[in-house]
Structures are given as structure tokens and as C-alpha cells.
């Protein structure tokens, strides 16, 4: 980012109020809501605000490292992705193409949703030589998902993602009670399709694709991801979906550590494991990375750096969470992420009421309702 935007943008919260002023309220509303009571949405952030850090001193953290691993097969700056969001054209033009050249410009992947523009092909030319994950919400038989994943091959992305906890879509009452219906009815077209996916959809996903990269997105029990390595799936995605979908679920961060286990442990497992749900600051992407997750993805938090200065504004949100994330290994004792040990996490009570912005105190006296 530019010195000028540098300087605006100091602080995570300080993108979050920009973001607001910007949108008018039915898209906001969209972008920080979640569905019914929002309580999934609410203990995503209890989860994490519900351990504490256990530092230790004299460690020599005169250097530390914050990269992570994508799949194998490349070194990122941070274990981070941004997360498929769907609409992202909604809060600047440039969409997925913008989100995407900042994640690539920055050295972390991003996952396109595939109702996002400029779509499937569009959103990889922008990206380029960029780490990318294709995401794919099912809305028709075997030969369309045969379609899509010979579509993102053909493009470059590097692995393919299905969205499995949207069976039914939720109701948003954010955007119900609006009348705002643009995305929610959209997004419901061929729905059956997805309600009708099983086990056996994977199974010959499997074995038609079988150089594909499998990442299933959605899961939220050990025992789902452990059907999900039987089944020959690569990457394990624990998400609720920022608490869109299932209202009154667990925080993915409670669900994470059995999912770990399920699949055989964070390092030499059958499976890797990604996560979201909640992840807004650099102390909660260290906690997931330390509970075991390979790559944590930032769903909310990325769109409002988009909000509010498009391709800079996000490459300034990965800015200030390398910084955030420096500062919480350096002051752990930690040099990297593998030197984070479990010892140095706690269990305790939280100390705030969580919320989606509750990560953010200070944006309450920068403007009062949010």
C-alpha cells in the first residue's frame, strides 16, 4: 500500500469503520450478518476468546518467522487464505480480481467462490502465478461439477474446493427482514442439487478426478472429517460458514482440535486441515495455527479492507495481520509457528461479550452501533 494509505490505515478497526461508511445498510448488513440468532456467529468468536497464551521469555526472538505452507507445494508470507465470499463485486467493482491480485501481490492464496465475478476464468487472470483454490457450490448434476473442475484446472487454480454445509440455505434475517433478497434468492437457484449431494458424490469425484486436489469445505465433526480421509479428501475445511448456515452451532475453533485428532494429528496426518470462523486479529491465527490448522482463512475481515480501499485495502488488512502475528510469536517466545507449543495455550473465561466486531473494542467509540 501506498505511504498516504499507510498512514490511514493503522489499525484493523480503522478498515472496519471505513468499510461502514462507505456501504449503504443493505450490504453491510449482508457482509456482518449472519442467520437467525446469530449464535454460531457469536461463538466463533467465544471460542477463541476463550483460551489465553502462556508466554515465555528469554527465547531470542530477534528474528521471527510468520510464513506458512500451502499444500506442499510453495512457502506463503503468512498461513493465511482469503476465504470464498460470495458477491464480492458488492463491495468494490474490481471483485474477486482485486481481492485476488492483493492476496497474490502479498504471497498468500485465495479461494474463489464460484458466485463471485468476474468468475472462474476472470478471477485466475487476475491472480496469475498466485497461489488459488477454485470453490464450487453444486448446482447441477455430475457434468456440471466435471465442467467446473476441467474449467479450473484449465485456468491454473491449484485445488478444488465443495462446499458441503449448505445443503439448505439459511435464513438471513438481516437481509429478510430488509426485503434485501438479491443474494439469497440467487444463491438458492438449484439448490436440490446441493441438498442432494452424499458420500457417493465424493467417492466418484474421487475417482474421476484423481489428480485433483480435494478440499472439502464445510466440515464441522471428527466424524465427518474422518468419512472425509476414508474418502480419499486431502484437505479437511472446518467452517461454519461465519455462521451463515446452521444457527446455534459450535465456534470453529472448539471444533478444530477433534478434527485434528480425527484425521491423525497436524503434522503426518492423513489429511490437512484448514479452518475459519471468527478469525480477526493475528493472536486468533496463531491459536488456530497452534491447535493445528495448516491455513487459517479471513472471510469478513479481508472484505472490509476491499470495502474500504479495494485491492490496497486488503493487501493493507494482510499488512497489519503479519504485524499483529510478529509481535504475538516474539512476545509468545516463539521464532515461527512450529515453535508455538501447546503448553502456551489456556483455557479461561472470556472477558468480553463476543460479537462480530467484538475483536474491534475501539470501534465503539470511534462510532457508536456497531
Not at 307 to 312: N, R
Amino acid at each position: 500500500m501506498s505511504n498516504e494509505g499507510q498512514q490511514r490505515f493503522q489499525t484493523l478497526h480503522e478498515l472496519v469503520k471505513a468499510a461502514k461508511l462507505k456501504l449503504n445498510a443493505n450490504i453491510w448488513d449482508y457482509l456482518v450478518g449472519a442467520t437467525e440468532t446469530e449464535t454460531t456467529m457469536q461463538r466463533n468468536r467465544a471460542a477463541l476468546d476463550a483460551v489465553a497464551f502462556r508466554p515465555r521469555v528469554l527465547r531470542d526472538v530477534s528474528k521471527v518467522d510468520t510464513s506458512g505452507d500451502f499444500l506442499g507445494r510453495r512457502r506463503i508470507r503468512l498461513p493465511v487464505m482469503l476465504a470464498p465470499v460470495g458477491s464480492l463485486e458488492s463491495f468494490e467493482a474490481g471483485g474477486a480480481a482485486s481481492a485476488g491480485r492483493a492476496a497474490a501481490g502479498f504471497g498468500v492464496p485465495i479461494m474463489v467462490s464460484s458466485v463471485t465475478q468476474p468468475g472462474l476464468e476472470g478471477s485466475a487472470q487476475a491472480i496469475g502465478e498466485g497461489p488459488k483454490v477454485f470453490q464450487l457450490y453444486v448446482r447441477g448434476g455430475p457434468d456440471f461439477v466435471d465442467d467446473h473442475v476441467k474449467r479450473a484446472m484449465d485456468a491454473g487454480y491449484d485445488a478444488f474446493a465443495i462446499t458441503v454445509d449448505t445443503a439448505h440455505y439459511s435464513r438471513r434475517e438481516r437481509d429478510i427482514a430488509k426485503r434485501f433478497v438479491k443474494h439469497w434468492r440467487a444463491r438458492s437457484e438449484g439448490m436440490n442439487h446441493q441438498a442432494a449431494l452424499s458420500w457417493a458424490d465424493i467417492a466418484r469425484f474421487r475417482e474421476k478426478h484423481p489428480g485433483v486436489t480435494l478440499i472439502l469445505k464445510g466440515i464441522g465433526t471428527g466424524e465427518d472429517a474422518e468419512i472425509a480421509v476414508q474418502h480419499g479428501v486431502q484437505v479437511v475445511y472446518v467452517s461454519n460458514h461465519g455462521g451463515r448456515q446452521l444457527d446455534h452451532g459450535r465456534g470453529s475453533f472448539a471444533v478444530l482440535p477433534e478434527v485434528v485428532q480425527a484425521v491423525g494429528g497436524p503434522r503426518g496426518g492423513k489429511a490437512r486441515v484448514w479452518m475459519d470462523g471468527g478469525i480477526s486479529r493475528g493472536t486468533d491465527l496463531v491459536k488456530a495455527v497452534a491447535l493445528g490448522a495448516e491455513l487459517v482463512g479471513i472471510g469478513r475481515l479481508y472484505c472490509y479492507g476491499l470495502a474500504a480501499a479495494g485491492e490496497e485495502g486488503v493487501r493493507r488488512i494482510l499488512e497489519l495481520l503479519e504485524d499483529e502475528v510478529q509481535t504475538c510469536l516474539g512476545l509468545l517466545g516463539a521464532t515461527s509457528f512450529a515453535a508455538v507449543e501447546r503448553s502456551q495455550l489456556q483455557a479461561v473465561a472470556p472477558v468480553v461479550a463476543p460479537h462480530v466486531h467484538s475483536a474491534f473494542p475501539l470501534l465503539a467509540e470511534l462510532e457508536r452501533g456497531y
